[in-house]
């Protein structure tokens, strides 16, 4: 009799540790049609005028008692048209944190703390054709790092700021700050992002989005460490179901002009499944010399669904 009650006691508290931990599977699928200058149409998985990568992630997050949890997040990108994965098995993200009243302190390979800056008045969603994203590559670093100490702090009326460190052993021997601070509140986002490495300038985005209601702009000043400097402009606008976004990227560089221009369609088929066409033109980032695009062509057209599980 002893003996049943102890195992129903430790099964009545395995049930509840079990109750605290939640493993969550999720996932992005994204096919479409491209054409681009100078290649014939084709069916197009985690290329440049797909709205998203395709991936399958594992997170999870348990309750360590106090207001204290420890998460984890591994992402492995698919290609939809082959379904081939990425070379590192886990290339989109492999990390842990722990989180409470304090904020939240995270470690492993990670969106960097730059990105969610740009992340967060960015009109596309950052999709993989944003002309922000594409002309001056999430504040110069592109965006994930690996070996990533960070910090978040706590939303404080509307202001947060994440602050990452990458030591040197783990960058090449060059040491790495990446940071950014945000505002939301309301129908504004605001945000500066920043990095640096011991032996670059630094890189920095400041932009801003408003929503209008009628209407959704965004804007923002680009400097990425040197001679390369430049602006975005850009808006959202409902037409009934559609969503209207047009984008543009202007960079300035030594003897260089260089402007990306986007415009996208989204049609929600679902809460978690939209239809979307894109149109973007890569200005020449080599002074107009053969082979200057960051896309590879100077027009690109894209038709694409993509599902959100």
Same mark, same amino acid.
């Given at each position: 009799?002893?003996?049943?009650?102890?195992?129903?006691?430790?099964?009545?508290?395995?049930?509840?540790?079990?109750?605290?931990? %939640?493993?969550?599977?999720?996932?992005?699928?994204?096919?479409?049609? #491209?054409?681009?200058?100078?290649?014939?149409?084709?069916?197009?998985?985690?290329?440049?005028?797909?709205?998203?990568? %395709?991936?399958? @992630?594992?997170?999870?997050?348990?309750?360590?008692?106090?207001?204290?949890?420890?998460?984890?997040?591994?992402?492995?990108?698919?290609?939809?048209?082959?379904?081939?994965?990425?070379?590192?098995?886990?290339?989109?993200?492999?990390?842990?944190?722990?989180?409470?009243?304090?904020?939240?302190?995270?470690?492993?390979?990670?969106?960097?703390? %730059?990105?969610?800056?740009?992340?967060?008045?960015?009109?596309?969603?950052?999709?993989?054709?944003?002309?922000?994203?594409?002309?001056?590559?999430?504040?110069?670093?592109?965006?994930?790092?690996?070996?990533?100490?960070?910090?978040?702090?706590?939303?404080?009326?509307?202001?947060?700021?994440?602050?990452?460190?990458?030591?040197?052993?783990?960058? @090449?021997? &060059?040491?790495?700050?990446?940071?950014?601070?945000?505002? +939301?509140?309301?129908?504004?986002?605001?945000?500066?992002?920043?990095?640096?490495? &011991?032996?670059?300038?630094?890189?920095?985005?400041?932009?801003?989005?408003?929503?209008?209601?009628?209407?959704?702009?965004?804007? %923002?000043?680009?400097?990425?460490?040197?001679?390369?400097?430049? *602006?975005?402009?850009?808006?959202?606008?409902?037409?009934?179901?559609?969503?209207?976004?047009?984008?543009?990227? +202007?960079?300035?560089?030594?003897?260089?002009?260089?402007?990306? *221009?986007?415009?996208?369609?989204?049609?929600?088929?679902?809460? +978690?499944?939209?239809?979307?066409?894109?149109?973007?033109?890569?200005?020449?980032? &080599?002074?107009?010399?053969?082979?200057?695009?960051?896309?590879?062509?100077? &027009?690109?057209?894209?038709? @694409? #669904?993509?599902?959100? *599980?």
């Amino acid at each position: 009799m002893k003996k049943s009650l102890i195992a129903l006691a430790v099964l009545a508290a395995s049930g509840v540790a079990m109750a605290q931990s %939640s493993v969550t599977l999720y996932g992005v699928a994204d096919l479409g049609l #491209v054409k681009s200058s100078g290649v014939s149409a084709q069916m197009t998985g985690n290329g440049v005028m797909n709205n998203g990568s %395709s991936r399958l @992630g594992v997170r999870g997050v348990e309750d360590l008692g106090g207001g204290l949890k420890a998460s984890f997040n591994f992402e492995q990108g698919i290609n939809g048209e082959s379904g081939a994965t990425d070379a590192a098995t886990f290339q989109r993200a492999a990390n842990l944190a722990l989180s409470g009243g304090f904020g939240r302190f995270q470690m492993g390979r990670t969106l960097n703390p %730059s990105f969610f800056g740009v992340a967060a008045w960015e009109l596309t969603g950052t999709a993989n054709y944003s002309a922000v994203g594409t002309q001056f590559g999430y504040t110069g670093q592109g965006p994930r790092t690996n070996s990533l100490f960070q910090y978040t702090t706590p939303n404080m009326g509307g202001f947060s700021g994440t602050l990452g460190y990458i030591m040197k052993p783990d960058n @090449g021997g &060059n040491a790495k700050y990446d940071l950014n601070v945000i505002y +939301r509140q309301g129908p504004l986002a605001a945000a500066l992002s920043y990095n640096k490495t &011991n032996t670059m300038k630094g890189n920095m985005a400041l932009g801003a989005s408003y929503d209008f209601g009628m209407a959704k702009v965004a804007a %923002s000043i680009q400097n990425n460490g040197g001679p390369s400097k430049g *602006f975005t402009i850009g808006a959202t606008v409902p037409v009934g179901p559609v969503a209207l976004t047009l984008d543009i990227a +202007r960079e300035n560089g030594t003897g260089m002009k260089n402007t990306d *221009f986007l415009v996208e369609a989204k049609y929600a088929l679902s809460k +978690r499944t939209f239809a979307y066409a894109a149109y973007y033109k890569d200005g020449d980032n &080599n002074g107009a010399l053969p082979g200057g695009y960051n896309t590879g062509a100077k &027009n690109h057209l894209g038709l @694409g #669904v993509r599902h959100n *599980f």
